[in-house]
């Protein structure tokens, strides 16, 4: 395989796409982790992002140590089908808990578009143990349920305090 990457170079994956989507065939998962495994002696790493982190319970044998495993995670609350299909956020936050207990891999956790939330999801979030995190509002308009401005510098306060690395995205007075 010829090397594409530069030495210490971090590859986010998937772009625009989800890494733990069903229907992306099983041959095409084994090519992506086979790739991520010939760079690891380069040290180049890899990070995956799902809205369905089960996706690393099932391929846990297939993550080399190159690669920091991620989940998009918006809140706590229930998210009704017309705003996600992805999996429940509780079912999101226990399966990267179990990462965090099963893998020894980093873990990275997307909260945008970030939405109203519990005053617990700051606490549930850092039972993922995530080393990096995104936080940012929607970027599309799409009139979401989103906390304030000052209740999303709370939750990153909180994050910052517990040594999470936050990068900070599109953050704005609440749209109404």
Request: some cysteine.
């Given at each position: 395989m010829?090397p594409?990457f530069k030495?210490?170079?971090?590859?986010?994956?998937q772009?625009m796409?989800?890494?733990?989507a069903?229907g992306?065939?099983?041959?095409?998962?084994?090519?992506v982790f086979e790739?991520?495994?010939?760079?690891?002696?380069?040290g180049?790493?890899f990070l995956?992002l799902?809205?369905?982190p089960?996706?690393?319970?099932?391929?846990?044998h297939h993550?080399s140590p190159?690669?920091?495993?991620?989940a998009?995670?918006e809140?706590?609350?229930?998210?009704?089908?017309d705003?996600?299909?992805?999996?429940?956020p509780?079912?999101?936050l226990?399966?990267?808990?179990?990462?965090a207990d099963?893998?020894?891999n980093?873990?990275?956790?997307c909260?945008e578009?970030?939405m109203?939330c519990?005053p617990?999801?700051?606490?549930?979030i850092m039972k993922?143990?995530?080393?990096?995190?995104?936080?940012g509002?929607d970027?599309y308009?799409?009139k979401l349920?989103?906390p304030?401005?000052?209740r999303?510098e709370?939750?990153?306060?909180?994050l910052e305090?517990?040594?999470?690395?936050v990068f900070r995205k599109?953050?704005?007075?609440?749209n109404?």
């Amino acid at each position: 395989m010829k090397p594409w990457f530069k030495p210490d170079a971090f590859v986010f994956v998937q772009g625009m796409s989800d890494i733990g989507a069903p229907g992306i065939p099983r041959a095409v998962l084994i090519d992506v982790f086979e790739a991520i495994k010939f760079y690891e002696a380069k040290g180049i790493r890899f990070l995956l992002l799902t809205k369905n982190p089960r996706f690393y319970m099932d391929w846990r044998h297939h993550i080399s140590p190159n690669t920091t495993i991620g989940a998009t995670i918006e809140t706590d609350w229930t998210i009704t089908s017309d705003i996600s299909k992805a999996p429940a956020p509780f079912h999101r936050l226990a399966a990267m808990e179990w990462c965090a207990d099963n893998l020894p891999n980093d873990r990275f956790i997307c909260v945008e578009p970030i939405m109203k939330c519990s005053p617990n999801f700051e606490r549930d979030i850092m039972k993922t143990r995530p080393k990096f995190m995104a936080v940012g509002y929607d970027n599309y308009d799409n009139k979401l349920p989103e906390p304030s401005l000052e209740r999303t510098e709370i939750f990153i306060k909180y994050l910052e305090d517990s040594g999470v690395k936050v990068f900070r995205k599109t953050l704005r007075e609440v749209n109404v």
